[in-house]
């Protein structure tokens, strides 16, 4: 049987973490729901208003207007914007993996083609692989541990929400600790 992307059988490990990147982006919305819940006190209202849009730029936007107010009003607002900033670079990651195009050499080994940036250039267009972008696996595991970044992030202002707003025992600290700074990876190579 042939595969849809022969490049992935050459470069397994790349196309693994492309893969949960991909898929994983979703868990990212849905920690960014969680946390709209949390300021909302409204899981159902926070699901339906952002699986509701369509587009990850709209969701983002749109959990942006629903709660950047309730994180200021509880001195998170730091820590939530970075987060914000940070989901957004994640998107564009995500977006370019999935509007992209597939190769591989032995001299480049694998390499993305970004079409839709192709089709703006004024000029003839000579190659197909004209803009390309080199790809390997450790750069794509700084990707990957960077949406991992993100998610804790979440995870630590739905928590630090709750108890600021004293929805949770009084005292208690977040169980998620704010993640120490991680810089962000490159793009690609």
Known sequence: MTTIMPCFDRFPA???????????????????????????????GAIKKLFGVRGEYKRIETADLMMKGAYAS???????NRTMKNMDWCRTVRNQYSHCNWYDTTAEGLCFVDLEHTAKVKRKIKSVVAHRYPIDAVLLKRQESYFNHVRECYWHL??????????????S?????????????PKHN
């Open 14 to 44: 790349e196309g693994n973490i492309i893969g949960r990147l991909l898929a994983g982006y979703g868990e990212l919305e849905l920690e960014m729901c969680a946390c709209v819940a949390a300021t909302a006190g409204d899981l159902d």
């Open 74 to 80: 509880v001195g998170l607002a730091s820590k939530y």
């Open 158 to 171: 739905a928590e630090a929400y709750r108890i600021a707003r004293k929805k949770a025992f009084k005292g």
């Open 173 to 185: 600290s977040p169980l998620h600790l704010w993640p120490p700074q991680l810089a962000r990876p």
